[in-house]
């Protein structure tokens, strides 16, 4: 609209209450995570299956904002589970976790499309992270939005203002900041 | 997309190593000494680290093979330079495995000795691998990654 150029671009909030789809063979990290999702007012879909997870996705009861999933499933691991979730035009926040930490394993996963990695063990401050980087993850998607202009208003807003790229840059170094910060 | 990659994967580990707590503030610090002009300051710093301790490991295990008695002010002199030198780089849990290790020494708990040195080198293992994991990830990303930029 005319006349309401704010300097912001005006982003949804991400939901501050997640579903979290959550894959593991592992008893005790499903735990682990349910409890944390609750301490966080997250709720934690819980699947100690691959396929289970795909029904979940598939049947569309419930609004999935992030996938947590170890990469060693025994059906389906996680790089299949990426490229499943391409194939079928799922575009969810996702995060890998696992033990492996080798440069090509996690290469991988980010290339397919994680947005993040837990490496296993966890810490007991693995969820204070959560924030900083699915905001990004939202701020970029939006942005990407604007730009194949789904959301033309928006896109206005930002010729007006000039300053929405650095406004997606200030995203990244505020990530790295607050993770500094925490330590 | 790459660049943004890169920086995700740092944070990915990074994270671990803190949520770990294998890492202090310390490493932090020295991060914030890493620049332009001094790029691969922070693995300098710890590689001279690995080079030092690795040497007062060989001395405290060939110290606590002579057992008859041991000496517990030899191995609490050498723990001391040990804890000194893992401190300079931030190794939290190796440094909490050390001060174990002098509490034994100074109650003259052989046993105690012997068994938190295992366990110190499993600790001090385990960081470095994930260390050397962390250095490989930022010099592939390139100078700017690891760079603290709090300022």
Known sequence: MAGTSSSEIDIPEFPSSLNVLVIDTDSGVLEYMEKSCKEKSHKAVICFESSMAVEVLRKEEIEIHMIVMELNMPMMNGFEFLQFLDEEGFDIAFVMMSDDFTLSTMTKAFQLGAIFYFIKPFGDRLLDLWPPFLKHYYDRRHLEDDETGDGEAKADEDDETGDGEAKADDTLHKKDDTFHKKD | ?151
Do not use: W
């Not at chain 2, 943004?4 to 310390?26: P, V, W, Y």
């Open chain 2, 1 to 151: 997309m790459d660049r943004n990659q890169s920086r995700r994967q740092i944070a990915a580990m990074k994270q671990s190593l803190f949520d770990q707590g294998l890492l202090d503030e310390q490493f932090i610090q020295l991060e914030e000494l890493q620049d332009d002009a001094n790029p691969n300051f922070v693995e300098e710093i710890v590689t001279l680290h690995y080079r030092d301790s690795s040497r007062l490991i060989s001395s405290i295990d060939q110290a606590l093979k002579e057992r008859n008695p041991l000496d517990f002010n030899k191995l609490d002199t050498l723990m001391h330079q040990f804890k000194g030198s893992s401190s300079s780089i931030g190794a939290k849990k190796v440094k909490a495995e050390c001060n174990l290790f002098r509490e034994y020494c100074r109650a003259g708990n052989a046993e105690g000795c012997m068994r938190s040195f295992q366990q110190l080198k499993k600790e001090y293992a385990a960081l470095r691998k994930k260390l050397e994991a962390y250095f490989q990830l930022a010099r592939q990303a390139g100078p700017q990654e690891t760079a603290c930029r709090s300022k």
